[in-house]
């Protein structure tokens, strides 16, 4: 038995939000929440990338992703949707998502608990189904 392989099993989740269930959603998140997950949306962006970024990487039409999954840096156009993200955050900070307690950026598992809360609040069932990369549906 030790010379044979064992079969990958494929565990990804594909959950897809419906609409009503996406508008639930943000309805549910608070401010800064609701613009991250937008941002994630509109994006295709992983929350830890977004938290990471820095006014100074929204320069010249584009946003900058330095801190991305594969170590490459990831440049995109800066669209009117993602702009008016832009434009309703707080330029308080150098990051674009600042913790106003400490001053410095948001982490991953402080967004993750705020998330998971809004989840509840929507009343999204299963809610351990739902987690910050879940697909939603196009707005």
Do not use: Y
């Not at 830890?48 to 929204?58: I, N, R």
């Amino acid at each position: 038995m030790r010379r044979v392989k064992r079969l990958k099993v494929d565990n990804r989740r594909t959950r897809i939000l419906s609409e009503d269930e996406q508008r639930r959603l943000f309805a549910a998140c608070p401010g800064k929440l609701r613009a991250i997950v937008l941002l994630a949306l509109i994006t295709g962006a992983r929350i830890g990338e977004l938290l990471a970024l820095q006014w100074e990487q929204t320069a010249d039409g584009m946003l900058t992703f330095l801190e991305t999954k594969n170590g490459k840096m990831r440049r995109i156009l800066i669209s009117p949707s993602i702009q008016a993200v832009l434009d309703s955050l707080p330029k308080q900070s150098s990051w674009l998502f600042r913790n106003r307690r400490t001053g410095d950026r948001f982490t991953v598992n402080g967004v993750r608990h705020v998330f998971d809360r809004a989840v509840v609040r929507a009343a999204i069932t299963p809610a351990d189904d739902v987690t910050l990369h879940t697909r939603v549906t196009q707005p």
